[in-house]
């Protein structure tokens, strides 16, 4: 296996289409924490407390407390280096699309324009009852003064429209990503820690349909013996090194 910029330029290079999986390990550098490196949020709150369906039906100002201290954090962050070194990839045709379990929009903000958002996003909220729908704006605009914002519509507590556990993943989204995994040359992981499914199968999806993975991650990964290339590096600098290496 293969640790180094040049072997993943070269991957690139000659493995096209290359597809890009992101986890929250590339928007650390923004000031979004992650989930499960040691000052990951899972180490702070206990996602079943915090982040299950079943939380959230059982006490949803419980779950908005939670989420109403991510919304600040994540709608301060700016997108970095690693962001932009992607957006630019695509622009160059090296990139053919982003899947990404982030929630926190920093890909379309940085100018990617093909982001495969599996685990939902922070850019809507909707109401379980009756389907009314409610924009980031209106969102942090309404948690200014309550807790737990209400349905304009029926008056019951909206749910952000991000994926919790015991919910299913967008079946649009999630029948791209494994199509984009499957006609991959190369699929490119990016700060995931890859223990959370269906999204890390997406791995296996390239390799057994032929294409070649590469992984960039503080850290172990259980795909790394599958990987061609693997980096133990920061997402911001070892992607901006990779955009370099490729230009
Ligand atoms: N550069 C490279 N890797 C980093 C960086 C960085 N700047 N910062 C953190 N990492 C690594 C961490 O070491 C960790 O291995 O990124 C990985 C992030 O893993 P997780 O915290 O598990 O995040 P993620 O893989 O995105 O989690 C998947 O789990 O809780 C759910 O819905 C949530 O989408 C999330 C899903």
Redesign the pocket.
């Known amino acids: 296996m293969d640790g180094t910029l040049r072997g993943l330029a070269a991957l690139v290079r000659e493995r096209q289409p290359a597809v890009v999986l992101?986890?929250?390990?590339?928007s650390?550098?923004s000031g979004i924490p992650?989930?499960?490196?040691a000052a990951?949020?899972?180490v702070q709150y206990d996602?079943m407390e915090f982040?299950t369906i079943q939380a959230f039906r059982r006490d949803p100002v419980k779950v908005w407390e939670f989420y109403s201290l991510r919304f600040s954090v994540l709608t301060a962050a700016e997108p970095n280096a690693?962001h932009r070194a992607l957006a630019e990839l695509e622009r160059r045709g090296l990139v053919q699309a982003i899947v990404t379990?982030?929630?926190d929009g920093l890909h379309q903000r940085a100018g990617s324009e093909d982001v495969v958002e599996v685990?939902g996003s922070i850019r809507t909220a909707s109401c379980l009852e009756c389907g009314e729908r409610e924009s980031l704006e209106e969102i942090v605009a309404s948690l200014r003064e309550t807790a737990a914002p209400a349905c304009p519509r029926c008056g019951a507590i909206l749910k952000p429209d991000?994926?919790m556990?015991g919910e299913l993943l967008p079946p649009a989204a999630v029948d791209r990503a494994v199509e984009l995994a499957r006609e991959a040359g190369v699929l490119l992981a990016?700060?995931?820690?890859?223990?959370?499914y269906p999204?890390a199968g997406l791995l296996e999806e390239t390799v057994s349909a032929g294409g070649a993975v590469a992984i960039?991650?503080?850290?172990a990964?259980p795909f790394d013996g599958l990987a061609s290339v693997r980096i133990d590096?920061?997402?911001?600098e070892?992607l901006a090194a990779l955009a370099a290496e490729l230009d």
């Open positions: 992101t986890g929250a390990g590339i650390t550098e992650d989930f499960r490196s990951g949020l899972w996602p982040a690693g379990q982030n929630i685990h991000v994926v556990f990016v700060g995931s820690s890859l223990e959370v999204v960039v991650n503080r850290g990964t590096g920061q997402a911001g070892t």
